[in-house]
């Protein structure tokens, strides 16, 4: 079968579909303009790169820096252009285009709010991973998050010699230590009670709908956490042979040849394939 015909016969599939679960990475994002390499990163970190000698945003996040005034003016700026600095992406509005009158949810390992900040209803989201709109105590010593708008916008203002002041450095209200991210990165990572409630309405959902003739379809999804998204939603369809399978991820578009024959994987550009399906409405 053809590129052409793949991305004919998914556009078919998901127009008559009545429930549709999204599955997101990292590649929904990148198609869409947010890339952490290349000239994005030269725009907002080379003085960043220069001092530093990392070249790009990920490797950023990982950087020893010797001081928390270095670490949160680079984080601020991380989190301000990944998280805030949002006009309507057309993407994510060609998607949501696509799915807003369907029964639908999303499950993303993305942390960027894309979702929700492009009119995707709240309470059909679920965000595994964290979000860079939160902050938490980094022990913890308590589970709960706290929104972090008015401190980054501050910081970007304030920060100089890619340095925030001291006095703006985010302290937890209940035991004094440093905040950090909302990231899961390690044991640390706080499930709040949006959390909980966004992983129980994902159950419910797949308890649901799961034995009905759903549409599983998954966007840019990698090989970094594949036991989220990938793995499941493969699982799902070799359990259930009323679901269709679909995969749109440049370079990383494959099942397992035990659902081939449910399955529709489009090794091409999202952002393009998802204009082409929303123009066939």
């Known amino acids: 079968m053809s590129v052409n015909e793949k991305i004919e016969q998914a556009a078919e599939i998901i127009q008559s579909a009545k429930t549709i679960l999204i599955g997101a990475g990292a590649g929904l994002s990148t198609s869409a303009g947010y890339t952490y390499s290349g000239d994005r990163f030269e725009k907002y970190f080379s003085d960043f790169e220069e001092k530093y000698h990392f070249r790009d945003m990920y490797s950023g996040g990982f950087y020893p820096y010797k001081t928390e005034q270095e670490f949160w003016a680079y984080w601020s700026r991380n989190i301000f252009y990944n998280r805030y600095d949002q006009p309507p992406n057309e993407v994510y509005q060609n998607l949501l285009n696509i799915v807003k009158d369907k029964n639908y949810f999303a499950l993303t390992t993305n942390v960027d709010h ?8 709240k309470l059909k989201l679920f965000y595994t991973q964290g979000d860079y709109g939160l902050f938490q105590c980094s022990t913890p010593c308590h589970k709960k998050t706290y929104d972090n708008e008015k401190i980054i916008r501050e910081m970007i203002d304030a920060q100089k010699d ?9 302290k937890c209200p209940k ?3 440093s905040m950090t991210l909302n990231l899961r990165s390690d044991d640390n990572f706080v499930e709040d009670n949006g959390w909980h409630q966004a992983a129980y309405r994902y159950k419910k959902f797949l ?3 799961l034995d009905d003739e759903i ?3 998954e966007l840019g999804v990698g090989g970094n956490t594949p036991g989220i998204i990938k793995y499941p939603f493969w699982q799902m369809t070799l359990e259930n042979p009323k679901i269709k399978f679909i995969c749109i991820n440049k370079g990383e578009a494959a099942v397992p040849k035990q659902i081939d024959a449910q399955s529709i994987c489009i090794d091409d550009d999202i952002g393009e394939i998802l204009k082409w399906i929303n123009s066939k409405k």
């Open 207 to 209: 308890s649901t709908y």
């Open 162 to 170: 890619m340095k925030v002041p001291i006095e703006l450095i985010p």
């Open 215 to 217: 549409v599983l379809l």
């Open 114 to 121: 894309l979702f929700q900040n492009n009119g995707f209803d």
């Open 175 to 177: 035991c004094g230590e």
